[in-house]
C-alpha cells in the first residue's frame, strides 16, 4: 500500500484506540468535570480556560461553545479564554514573563466559585501551572485536562480540583481525545442545564 495511505490509515486507527480506552477509563472523571462546571455556571460563576499551541485553540473551541452555543439554541454562558487577548498576552509576555500570561488574568479576572479549565497535554507548562496556583490563591476550583503521566500539574492539584487525564503519550492523540472531552463537557453542560435538544426529542418519540 501507498506509504503516506498507510500513515492516515495508522493515524485514524491509533485515534480511535486512544478514545475508546479513555471511554473505558475517564467517563466518571468526566461527569464528575462536568458536574462541577454546571455547579459553577448554575451559581451565577464564570469558567476561564487556558493552554498553549493546540490546547490554546482548545480553550478558544470552549468558550465559543459556551457563549455562543453546542447544540442547543440557548442563552449564552459565561466563559473567557485567557489565549484570546493577544494586547494582554504580549503585554504581560514583554513586561513581565511568558509564564505569567496566564495567571495575572486569572488574578484580575477570577473570583471565588469561578472554575479554570487549564489544559496541557504533558501536563508541563510552567504558564498552565502558574495559572492553577494562582486559581488555588484566588479559591477557584480547577479542571484540569492533561495526557501521559499528567505531569507537573498532576502534583499541584487539590481536593477540590479534576483531572481528566487521557490515556496516551503522543500529543497527537492527546489533543484529538482533548477535543472529544471537551465536546463532552459541553454536552453535559447543556443537557443539565436546557434538557435534550429538539433533535433527541424526535429521536426518542
Same mark, same amino acid.
Request: aromatic residues 4%.
Given at each position: 500500500?501507498?506509504?503516506?495511505?498507510?500513515?492516515?490509515?495508522?493515524?485514524?486507527?491509533?485515534?480511535?484506540?486512544?478514545?475508546?480506552?479513555?471511554?473505558?477509563?475517564?467517563?466518571?472523571?468526566?461527569?464528575?468535570?462536568?458536574?462541577?462546571?454546571?455547579?459553577?455556571?448554575?451559581?451565577?460563576?464564570?469558567?476561564?480556560?487556558?493552554?498553549?499551541?493546540?490546547?490554546?485553540?482548545?480553550?478558544?473551541?470552549?468558550?465559543?461553545?459556551?457563549?455562543?452555543? %453546542?447544540?442547543?439554541?440557548?442563552?449564552?454562558?459565561?466563559?473567557?479564554?485567557?489565549?484570546?487577548?493577544? *494586547?494582554?498576552?504580549?503585554?504581560?509576555?514583554?513586561?513581565?514573563?511568558?509564564?505569567?500570561? %496566564?495567571?495575572?488574568?486569572?488574578?484580575?479576572?477570577?473570583?471565588?466559585?469561578?472554575?479554570?479549565?487549564?489544559?496541557? !497535554?504533558?501536563?508541563?507548562?510552567?504558564?498552565?501551572?502558574?495559572?492553577?496556583? *494562582?486559581?488555588?490563591?484566588?479559591?477557584?476550583?480547577?479542571?484540569?485536562?492533561?495526557?501521559?503521566?499528567?505531569?507537573?500539574?498532576?502534583?499541584?492539584?487539590?481536593?477540590?480540583?479534576?483531572?481528566?487525564?487521557?490515556?496516551?503519550?503522543? !500529543? *497527537?492523540?492527546?489533543?484529538?481525545?482533548?477535543?472529544?472531552?471537551?465536546?463532552?463537557?459541553?454536552?453535559?453542560?447543556?443537557?443539565?442545564? %436546557?434538557?435534550?435538544?429538539?433533535?433527541?426529542?424526535?429521536?426518542?418519540?
Amino acid at each position: 500500500m501507498n506509504n503516506t495511505l498507510e500513515r492516515i490509515r495508522t493515524s485514524f486507527t491509533e485515534s480511535i484506540q486512544t478514545k475508546i480506552q479513555a471511554a473505558d477509563s475517564l467517563l466518571n472523571v468526566i461527569n464528575e468535570a462536568g458536574a462541577q462546571m454546571v455547579q459553577c455556571l448554575l451559581d451565577d460563576h464564570k469558567i476561564m480556560s487556558c493552554g498553549n499551541g493546540g490546547s490554546a485553540c482548545d480553550a478558544l473551541h470552549f468558550s465559543s461553545e459556551m457563549i455562543n452555543r %453546542f447544540q442547543h439554541e440557548r442563552p449564552g454562558l459565561p466563559a473567557i479564554a485567557l489565549t484570546a487577548d493577544v *494586547a494582554t498576552l504580549t503585554s504581560i509576555a514583554n513586561d513581565y514573563s511568558y509564564e505569567d500570561v %496566564f495567571s495575572r488574568q486569572v488574578r484580575a479576572l477570577g473570583h471565588k466559585g469561578d472554575l479554570l479549565l487549564a489544559i496541557s !497535554t504533558s501536563g508541563n507548562s510552567p504558564n498552565v501551572i502558574n495559572a492553577v496556583k *494562582a486559581a488555588h490563591d484566588r479559591n477557584i476550583a480547577v479542571v484540569a485536562l492533561t495526557g501521559s503521566d499528567g505531569g507537573k500539574l498532576a502534583g499541584i492539584l487539590n481536593d477540590n480540583d479534576t483531572e481528566i487525564r487521557v490515556p496516551a503519550s503522543s !500529543t *497527537a492523540r492527546i489533543q484529538e481525545t482533548h477535543l472529544l472531552i471537551i465536546h463532552s463537557l459541553c454536552d453535559v453542560i447543556e443537557y443539565c442545564l %436546557f434538557g435534550v435538544t429538539e433533535t433527541e426529542k424526535k429521536m426518542y418519540e
